[in-house]
């Protein structure tokens, strides 16, 4: 018998609307010691299903089918049963570590809570020493003094930590893990991955991993179930799934996600369209608006899971057709019109952006009444950037870097702190009130949320057409902008009356970016622009971002913390830590070749969404979280963690943590770091 | 079927986009899901009716005098008694409603007005603005408002106009605690990504606080408004019961309670007419603010249950299952509620 066993799972909400079919019918069986992940986009049902199994829906809600755990049915129990088995027999890791964790108590407290809820005869004293142990295995340093501070002194990282620590105080048969790591950086989200891992192998749980990065899967899952639509459309052992996908819906969402190991340089391919909405869904297989392989058989019934090997199901009416096929061959990536640019060599292109020796200094301030400055913040510590016509620069690090600063001092466009900000040759300190607002038009931004870039009053029409209206243009020629822009950005003429909500994240990208590019600017500022979306959108949101390029000979500036989406679309690529470049110089030599050992980790850190290629890589991972960037390392700023130091001489070392290196050439072509020891190192 | 002939397959295009409920048309189904909100809009609107029109059909006027019936119970010619001079009590009463109820309404849009200003103002430009603002907010909480405008009020006007002045200062000394509630608001707004859009766009300060800002926190101002009636009334009959309020021979329910309070023992009709009105009326208008304020926060549970009527309409609503009832609003400052999935990684951040 299996652990766990979920046999014919539907959950049902209520809405405006009518039913939300949130989860239709999910079955799958869990051994102990396995890892399933639950794989699909948002609304496709994931966290539903692992809220039904944690007991931890509302009233409102029904579910109907069997949840199994050692044959034990936990469907039907009451809230008082399930407490009795939540925390205790199957632990959640939420995506949040923020509000997962009480801010009131010291995070030791709401272990020894969770322990003593469940075994009333330990004492506290037992209790205490087994939360100390148990963060002790979680890697939280000084566990003894840490377990009496509270959450708000903890990172990101470390209260993830305690989370995990806390899901394994009661030796649980099963951990839920629901997007553990989505909301940390990717260094820390290798240590967590790993902690989870130890966690795991600890308790000898079984887990369910729910994600929507494919390389974590990759990475870390026995099993996969795909869902669409609430549906589970394909199951299988990761082998199966990842290297014999059956269902086109996954071959599709395998072939989207860009690939951190090499550049194609040809756009992504597509999986177009959005998912269904699940309140009224068609008969038949609700992939097929999106399906290139559909026949008109596929609209009649919605297909059950059949086998395709052993222990491999997938749903799909034409199986026999599907099964063998690549993926290029039933997902074509759109072609590409290439500028008149690509020929011109980097060196006689003109300069739209430089930035020279740019600092931005926050002062830290202490006290109420008479606020004394204590500290400075160095969020932006002398940088030099330039960026050419039609051309892409990635900034990436880890946040707090200063990446996200750096955009907002260009788009300020006021007088710098201390360097020099240069948009299209001219100095922006020197621009008077009028001209720096003619240069607005020069200089726009994309932002990373679709739900909060554009104003949810507004029709679209509005949105695009404000930035028009303020520059004051003419009715008539708003009008004709607005559609041309609509165009443009692959919206139809009839989206302009309709509000944000009635579209989904893609699409409102996309409003965003039309927006951005009503007055024709020639730089444009992308402050992570797909990473809020899902991987089947984000390739269309990428391949419009390219093909505008080609097509107006923009420059972007572009902000990621997904590495494998700035090797697909830059060409040149900025990696910043603690305020500072550490590595700059084209996207393929950096990547291929990388010589800071911070570039090293970074790349490293990121799994791969390929089985036999993330399971045989060797990973640095980096020691700790970012220093506070008010009081960075002496030297380098990297001496902290840098996992290069331990293997150094003495006197190097000493050399590291005395003198600040600066930015160097390296080998031929555009590549230079800043490193005392530079050394390349293959991290793939 | 060949690879090439797929192709040529017709792609149903994805977004052909249900029709959709509209925004106001979901916010009153909810609201009329709220049966006490209902009952009490119909209150307002028959108060209302009756205040202007029921004059017309009393045959007496508020100021006439039955010399001849002084402090009559309920009869045939005075459908609800007289006072000690004669003065007929129901339109005595009409008239002391509509008094109330447009010092009631006319304060409240006065001190909402100057809350969303004050407000909005104070935490978009920050600086000494809001210093100064946020400074005056909270001199003018500390003192003590009623003694105030009761001040004011016996070294002003007096006379016919006295309600005017007694409006505007109840307007002027109530918006405060929204005033500041409205600040929270717009600092959580103002690093929104499309009020940096629209800056980086050329928009002036106060475009933006007129277009991206107030109306995105205008389901707060409706509530506001309609609760603020409420407390103007009440404020009002308080001040007038004082006799600091509404002057003679101009009527409020405020001063028909305070005429009426010492003749309750043996003249209770007096009292009873103006009190029941009062009552009801607050009553009404409570119910009807606590109404929009569920009808417009997607977190209530006006949503209906599973299995429901089918409603009309083929519209999706994500309301229970992304959170999304309030696009942006204020219901949703953390852009992500417990059942989402797959937000932003460095989401929540405020």
Same mark, same amino acid.
């Given at each position: 018998?299996?652990?766990?066993?979920?046999?014919?799972?539907n959950v049902t909400?209520?809405?405006?609307a009518g039913?939300v079919?949130?989860?239709r019918?999910?079955?799958f069986?869990l051994?102990?010691g396995r890892?399933?992940a639950l794989v699909?986009?948002s609304?496709?049902?994931?966290?539903?299903?692992?809220?039904a199994?944690m007991?931890?829906?509302?009233?409102l809600?029904?579910?109907?089918?069997?949840?199994?755990?050692?044959g034990?049915?936990?469907l039907?129990k009451?809230d008082?049963e399930m407490?009795?088995?939540?925390?205790?027999?199957?632990a959640m890791v939420?995506q949040?570590?923020l509000?997962?964790?009480?801010?009131?108590?010291?995070?030791g407290n709401?272990?020894?809570?969770?322990i003593l809820?469940h075994n009333?005869?330990?004492t506290k004293r037992?209790?205490?020493n087994?939360?100390?142990?148990?963060?002790?295995?979680v890697?939280?340093p000084?566990?003894?003094?840490?377990a009496?501070?509270?959450?708000?002194?903890?990172?990101?990282?470390m209260?993830q930590?305690?989370m995990?620590?806390?899901?394994m105080?009661?030796q649980?048969?099963i951990?839920i893990?629901?997007?553990?790591t989505?909301?940390?950086?990717?260094?820390i989200q290798a240590?967590?991955?790993?902690v989870?891992q130890?966690?795991?192998?600890?308790t000898g749980?079984a887990m369910?991993?729910?994600?929507h990065?494919?390389?974590v899967?990759?990475?870390?899952?026995?099993?996969?179930?795909?869902m669409?639509a609430?549906r589970p459309?394909?199951?299988?052992?990761?082998?199966d799934v990842?290297?014999?996908p059956?269902?086109?819906?996954?071959?599709g969402?395998?072939?989207?996600?860009?690939?951190?190991?090499?550049?194609?340089?040809d756009?992504l391919p597509?999986l177009?369209g959005n998912p269904?909405?699940?309140?009224?869904?068609p008969p038949?297989?609700?992939f097929?608006?999106?399906?290139p392989?559909?026949?008109?058989?596929?609209?009649q019934v919605?297909?059950?899971?059949t086998a395709?090997g052993?222990g491999?199901?997938?749903?799909?009416?034409?199986?026999?057709?599907v099964v063998?096929?690549?993926?290029t061959?039933i997902f074509r990536?759109?072609p590409?019109?290439?500028t008149?640019?690509?020929?011109?060599?980097?060196a006689d292109r003109?300069?739209v952006l430089?930035?020279?020796?740019?600092h931005?200094h926050?002062?830290?301030l202490?006290?109420a009444?008479y606020?004394r400055q204590?500290g400075?913040?160095?969020a932006?510590d002398?940088i030099d950037l330039?960026?050419?016509?039609?051309e892409?620069?990635g900034l990436?690090g880890?946040?707090?870097?200063g990446k996200s600063?750096?955009?907002l001092?260009i788009?300020e466009l006021l007088?710098p702190?201390?360097?020099?900000?240069?948009?299209l040759?001219r100095?922006?300190?020197a621009?008077t009130?009028?001209e720096r607002?003619a240069m607005?038009?020069?200089?726009?931004v994309?932002?990373?949320d679709?739900?909060?870039?554009?104003?949810?009053?507004?029709?679209?029409?509005?949105?695009i057409?404000e930035p028009?209206?303020?520059f004051?243009?003419k009715?008539?020629?708003v009008?004709?902008r607005v559609?041309?822009?609509?165009?443009?950005?692959g919206?139809?003429?009839?989206?302009?009356?309709?509000?944000p909500?009635?579209f989904s994240g893609g699409?409102r990208q996309?409003?965003?970016?039309?927006?951005?590019?009503?007055?024709?600017?020639s730089v444009l500022v992308l402050d992570?622009?797909v990473s809020?979306?899902d991987?089947?959108i984000?390739?269309?949101v990428?391949n419009?971002l390219?093909?505008l390029?080609?097509?107006l000979?923009?420059s972007?500036?572009?902000?990621?913390h997904?590495?494998?989406?700035?090797r697909h679309?830059s060409?040149r690529?900025?990696?910043m830590?603690?305020?500072?470049?550490?590595?700059?110089?084209?996207?393929?030599t950096v990547?291929?070749?990388p010589v800071?050992?911070y570039?090293?980790?970074?790349?490293?850190?990121i799994p791969?969404p @390929?089985?036999?290629v993330e399971?045989a890589r060797?990973?640095?991972?980096?020691e700790? @979280?970012?220093p506070?960037?008010?009081?960075?390392p002496?030297?380098?700023?990297?001496s902290?963690r840098c996992?290069k130091?331990?293997?150094?001489?003495?006197?190097?070392?000493?050399?590291c943590?005395?003198?600040?290196?600066?930015l160097?050439?390296?080998?031929?072509g555009?590549?230079?770091?800043a490193c005392?020891f530079?050394?390349?190192?293959k991290v793939? | 079927m060949?690879?090439?002939?797929?192709d040529?397959?017709p792609i149903?295009?994805?977004?052909q986009a249900?029709?959709?409920?509209?925004r106001a048309r979901?916010?009153?189904r909810?609201?009329l899901?709220?049966?006490l909100?209902?009952?009490?809009?119909?209150?307002?609107?028959?108060?209302?009716?009756?205040?202007?029109?029921?004059?017309?059909?009393?045959?007496?006027?508020?100021?006439d005098?039955d010399k001849?019936?002084p402090?009559?119970?309920?009869?045939?010619?005075?459908?609800l008694?007289t006072t000690?001079?004669g003065r007929?009590?129901?339109?005595?009463?009409?008239?002391?409603?509509?008094?109330?109820?447009?010092?009631?309404?006319?304060?409240?849009?006065?001190?909402t007005l100057?809350?969303?200003v004050v407000?909005t103002a104070?935490?978009?430009?920050?600086?000494w603005v809001?210093?100064?603002l946020l400074?005056i907010?909270d001199l003018?909480?500390?003192?003590?408002t009623?003694?105030?405008i009761g001040?004011l009020?016996?070294g002003?006007?007096?006379?016919d106009?006295?309600?005017?002045?007694?409006?505007?200062?109840?307007g002027?000394?109530?918006w405060?605690t929204t005033?500041?509630v409205?600040r929270?608001l717009t600092?959580?707004?103002k690093?929104?990504?499309?009020?940096?859009?629209?800056?980086?766009?050329?928009?002036?300060a106060?475009?933006i606080?007129?277009?991206?800002i107030?109306p995105n926190?205008?389901s707060?101002?409706?509530?506001d408004l309609t609760?603020g009636v409420g407390y103007?009334?009440?404020?009002e009959?308080?001040?007038?019961f004082?006799?600091?309020?509404?002057?003679a021979?101009?009527?409020?329910?405020g001063t028909?309670i305070?005429e009426?309070a010492?003749?309750v023992?043996?003249?209770?009709?007096?009292?009873?007419?103006p009190?029941v009105?009062l009552?009801?009326?607050?009553?009404?208008?409570?119910?009807?603010?606590?109404?929009?304020?569920?009808?417009?926060?997607?977190?209530?549970?006006?949503g209906?249950?599973?299995?429901?009527?089918?409603?009309r309409?083929?519209?999706r609503e994500d309301?229970?299952?992304?959170?999304?009832g309030?696009p942006?609003?204020?219901?949703?400052a953390g852009?992500?509620?417990?059942?989402?999935?797959?937000?932003?990684?460095q989401?929540g951040?405020?």
């Amino acid at each position: 018998m299996s652990l766990l066993s979920v046999r014919d799972l539907n959950v049902t909400f209520p809405s405006e609307a009518g039913d939300v079919l949130a989860v239709r019918g999910i079955s799958f069986d869990l051994e102990r010691g396995r890892t399933m992940a639950l794989v699909g986009e948002s609304g496709s049902g994931k966290s539903v299903t692992s809220l039904a199994i944690m007991g931890l829906h509302p009233d409102l809600v029904t579910i109907s089918g069997s949840i199994t755990l050692d044959g034990e049915e936990l469907l039907g129990k009451s809230d008082a049963e399930m407490s009795k088995i939540r925390g205790n027999r199957i632990a959640m890791v939420f995506q949040d570590p923020l509000s997962a964790l009480t801010p009131v108590y010291p995070v030791g407290n709401q272990i020894v809570e969770t322990i003593l809820i469940h075994n009333p005869g330990t004492t506290k004293r037992d209790a205490w020493n087994r939360a100390v142990e148990l963060l002790t295995i979680v890697g939280i340093p000084d566990a003894a003094e840490r377990a009496r501070a509270f959450p708000f002194e903890f990172s990101g990282g470390m209260r993830q930590r305690v989370m995990i620590a806390m899901a394994m105080a009661n030796q649980p048969d099963i951990i839920i893990a629901d997007e553990p790591t989505t909301a940390l950086d990717v260094t820390i989200q290798a240590q967590v991955l790993e902690v989870l891992q130890r966690a795991q192998a600890e308790t000898g749980a079984a887990m369910i991993l729910i994600t929507h990065d494919l390389g974590v899967v990759a990475g870390y899952a026995d099993e996969v179930t795909v869902m669409y639509a609430g549906r589970p459309v394909e199951q299988g052992t990761i082998g199966d799934v990842f290297y014999h996908p059956a269902m086109p819906y996954t071959i599709g969402l395998l072939g989207t996600v860009p690939r951190l190991d090499h550049k194609s340089g040809d756009p992504l391919p597509m999986l177009e369209g959005n998912p269904p909405d699940v309140v009224h869904l068609p008969p038949g297989c609700p992939f097929v608006p999106r399906c290139p392989m559909a026949a008109p058989q596929c609209e009649q019934v919605e297909p059950e899971l059949t086998a395709v090997g052993e222990g491999h199901t997938a749903a799909c009416v034409r199986l026999s057709d599907v099964v063998g096929r690549a993926h290029t061959e039933i997902f074509r990536p759109p072609p590409l019109e290439r500028t008149s640019l690509a020929a011109v060599p980097r060196a006689d292109r003109d300069t739209v952006l430089e930035l020279a020796g740019l600092h931005k200094h926050f002062p830290l301030l202490k006290g109420a009444l008479y606020r004394r400055q204590v500290g400075v913040v160095k969020a932006v510590d002398g940088i030099d950037l330039d960026v050419k016509v039609g051309e892409t620069l990635g900034l990436v690090g880890e946040s707090g870097s200063g990446k996200s600063t750096t955009l907002l001092e260009i788009l300020e466009l006021l007088k710098p702190q201390r360097g020099r900000i240069m948009v299209l040759g001219r100095d922006t300190a020197a621009l008077t009130k009028a001209e720096r607002r003619a240069m607005r038009k020069d200089v726009q931004v994309v932002f990373q949320d679709p739900m909060a870039a554009v104003d949810p009053r507004m029709p679209v029409f509005d949105i695009i057409a404000e930035p028009l209206q303020e520059f004051g243009w003419k009715k008539a020629e708003v009008e004709a902008r607005v559609f041309e822009l609509l165009g443009l950005v692959g919206l139809r003429p009839e989206h302009a009356d309709r509000f944000p909500q009635h579209f989904s994240g893609g699409q409102r990208q996309r409003i965003g970016i039309a927006r951005a590019l009503a007055l024709s600017p020639s730089v444009l500022v992308l402050d992570e622009p797909v990473s809020a979306l899902d991987v089947s959108i984000q390739a269309g949101v990428i391949n419009l971002l390219e093909a505008l390029q080609h097509k107006l000979h923009l420059s972007y500036v572009i902000v990621a913390h997904d590495l494998a989406v700035i090797r697909h679309i830059s060409d040149r690529v900025a990696v910043m830590y603690l305020g500072s470049i550490v590595e700059i110089g084209d996207v393929n030599t950096v990547y291929d070749t990388p010589v800071h050992p911070y570039t090293q980790a970074l790349i490293s850190a990121i799994p791969i969404p @390929d089985p036999d290629v993330e399971r045989a890589r060797q990973r640095i991972v980096l020691e700790g @979280d970012l220093p506070s960037p008010s009081d960075p390392p002496t030297g380098c700023k990297f001496s902290s963690r840098c996992p290069k130091l331990a293997l150094l001489a003495p006197a190097q070392q000493v050399q590291c943590q005395a003198e600040a290196p600066a930015l160097e050439q390296i080998g031929e072509g555009d590549h230079q770091a800043a490193c005392h020891f530079a050394e390349v190192l293959k991290v793939f | 079927m060949d690879i090439m002939e797929l192709d040529l397959l017709p792609i149903e295009d994805a977004d052909q986009a249900p029709k959709r409920i509209g925004r106001a048309r979901l916010t009153l189904r909810r609201f009329l899901r709220n049966k006490l909100a209902v009952f009490g809009l119909c209150g307002i609107v028959l108060l209302i009716l009756i205040a202007i029109f029921g004059p017309m059909l009393t045959g007496w006027s508020f100021d006439d005098r039955d010399k001849l019936s002084p402090l009559k119970p309920p009869n045939s010619s005075h459908w609800l008694g007289t006072t000690q001079v004669g003065r007929d009590m129901l339109a005595l009463t009409l008239r002391g409603m509509s008094r109330s109820l447009i010092i009631g309404f006319a304060a409240a849009t006065l001190s909402t007005l100057l809350s969303s200003v004050v407000g909005t103002a104070s935490a978009y430009f920050g600086g000494w603005v809001e210093r100064v603002l946020l400074w005056i907010t909270d001199l003018m909480l500390v003192i003590p408002t009623m003694l105030i405008i009761g001040v004011l009020m016996r070294g002003g006007v007096s006379g016919d106009l006295a309600w005017v002045l007694l409006a505007l200062l109840l307007g002027l000394f109530g918006w405060m605690t929204t005033g500041r509630v409205v600040r929270s608001l717009t600092l959580s707004l103002k690093n929104r990504e499309y009020v940096l859009a629209a800056k980086y766009m050329g928009l002036p300060a106060w475009r933006i606080i007129l277009r991206h800002i107030l109306p995105n926190i205008s389901s707060l101002m409706i509530v506001d408004l309609t609760l603020g009636v409420g407390y103007a009334v009440l404020g009002e009959t308080g001040l007038s019961f004082l006799g600091l309020g509404v002057q003679a021979p101009d009527v409020s329910l405020g001063t028909l309670i305070s005429e009426g309070a010492v003749l309750v023992p043996t003249y209770n009709w007096v009292f009873l007419a103006p009190s029941v009105v009062l009552v009801f009326l607050v009553f009404c208008i409570n119910s009807v603010g606590d109404g929009v304020r569920d009808a417009l926060d997607p977190s209530s549970q006006s949503g209906g249950v599973v299995g429901g009527k089918p409603r009309r309409g083929k519209g999706r609503e994500d309301v229970p299952a992304k959170g999304t009832g309030l696009p942006g609003g204020i219901g949703q400052a953390g852009g992500a509620t417990t059942m989402s999935e797959d937000n932003t990684p460095q989401g929540g951040a405020q």
